[in-house]
């Protein structure tokens, strides 16, 4: 009952360790992570888009300082896929650095490609952050930093254009500004400007570069406000960029947070074509927004743009409305005056604020997808508008600046993870726990594990399985080692190959373990499988039949085994007399017994185990059924 035992043993440990560490799931094959939960509701499952979600936890939105505690990866850019289950942890590779704007990018040449902004250090002159690009490998394509004038790769924005050449981000720096604009002609003080670049990926170089110094007056910026004081460096945070996007007539629209306006900066001459909301709006317009985020083009012609941006309407100090929403919002640039009408409208699901950040996605299917920031709150509304998904991170304490769902096809280059373990006091009744994984690997349908009997024994098929979550579990019998595992798509090809992996085994003495020798050696799978496969055969009658008895059943075993063993103690016999080995045959005898307890087992249990129940209900269950 070793089988059972083991297998209670680790729905129980599982059940204690998910009630300490309730919104967060481990893996024994990737152990240095640990991967947020999702709580998800789907209102019309039907309606929903086909795709991925793209979250980038983090904890606190400034980078932490060093310290040299032991930390799992939990923050960093992740995949999902729409059951909220684990497709990649990108932690890892970030290096627990809180990472912004992480989506797929299909833009560049046709591949599918991912990008994400990794936060600057603690202490800016260790590492300013920078833009990195990666291949659906999950291998480094390209970085880009800060250029040397500004002191981090600011956090808001890594947008790549079509065609893959360059990329928008937007820029911070320090200056001083003078004060006449405030009827203070004689008085400067430190102002934060806000702007963007265009970046050539290629070169790293800036091919353009834009900022708020002599374009946007202080008097546009409801944080500094006439009878503030002078600062001294960085000084007022006045106009505050957190978005910038560019339109096939080649200007900019940008979102400046703390003058509540969209602006629209010509590609041309760097100058202000038109504002939206604010002070000096430019647009007619029935309704007011405030403290905005992520404004993109949706669509543009020669008469109209359509732009897409989350109304905030509060941030961490100020509440200027009711509600949060996401807005698409159409602009008639012909009509005079210009104005401004919004088409679509998607509240806060919980009647409430995102504060700040936040982001809105029209999907290819024209389903609308809306991050908004705070426990990775993330919504999809169907075509008319309707909401029919919700989803949230199941801890309260990670946001996601930005969520997006995309189409993605993950080919990861690294192998698969495995990690075998064997359990066992006694040789007759050991098993084999494999667990496997594949970081982001989107198309694994099955798993096939492989054993040896020596280390450069040929692999022996000995079980495959359905992929049923990130990481799949398997149970074995018998001491299975120098293990691999096999990814399988639906069409059954092989998608990639685990290393060999040697079976963690237990302190033999601790164990109590009792044998021939004082530890157990690995069996020969190939032995183990063709007893099995002959006991499979029917030649031994049905096995599984109700009214078989159990001395039909261990009949049956010994007259496999033996068979089997004759066979190969022929072969042995060969090599015993080339080389005076004696050791095969007794293994081979010992295996009759193992197949004897295995058979009890069996009997209970005709199935395999391929991943351990995860709630207490079904531990429960486990627990009836073993009685
Ligand atoms: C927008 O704000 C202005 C100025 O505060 C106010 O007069 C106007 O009524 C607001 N419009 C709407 C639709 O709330
Ligand atoms: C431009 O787009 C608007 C909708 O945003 C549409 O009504 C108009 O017909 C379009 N004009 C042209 C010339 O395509
Ligand atoms: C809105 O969010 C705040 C925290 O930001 C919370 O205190 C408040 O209870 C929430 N209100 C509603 C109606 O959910
Ligand atoms: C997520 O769901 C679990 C189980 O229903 C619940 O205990 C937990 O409070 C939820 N988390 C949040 C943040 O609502």
Redesign the pocket.
Known sequence: MLFLGVLLGLCLLGAVAQRLD??LRSFVTLPEVRALRF?ITYVDREQVSPGYWFVAPYGQVDPEEPTTKYMQYQVGPYIYDTDGELIWAGSPVTDNHNTFDFKANWNIDGDPHLSFIVQHEYDRAEGKGKGVIMGNDYELEREVGAASDFDAFNIHEFKILDGGKTALACTTKPRQIGLGDFDRPEEESWVIVGGFVEIDLEKSEILVEWDSYDKLSITESVKFIQEDEVLGEPGWDYVHINSVDKNSDGDYIISMRFTNTIYLVSGQDGEIMWRLGGKESDFEQDFNFTRQHDVKFVKTNSTHHVISFMNNAADELHTEAEITSALFVELDINSSPMTATVINRMNHPGGNFTRFGGNIQELSNGNVFVGWNE?GYMTEYGPGGDLIMSA?????RYASYRSYKFDWIGQPTAPPDLVASVYGADEQEMITVVHVSWNGATDVACWEFYARSHEHGSDVLIASTDKTSFETMYITEGFMDWMTAKAIDVHGNVLGVSEVCRSEVPDWEAVGFTGESSHPTPDDPEILQNIREKLDSGDYGDLYDETTTDEDRKAAVYHATTEVADSVYKAYGMIQMLENITIGVLTIFCIGGILAGVWYIRRRKMRSYQHLPTDEAAVEEDAAKAD
Do not use: L, R
Request: hydrophobic share 20%; aromatic share 12%.
């Open positions: 309730e919104d709580n426990q949230h991170f199941a801890s309260t």
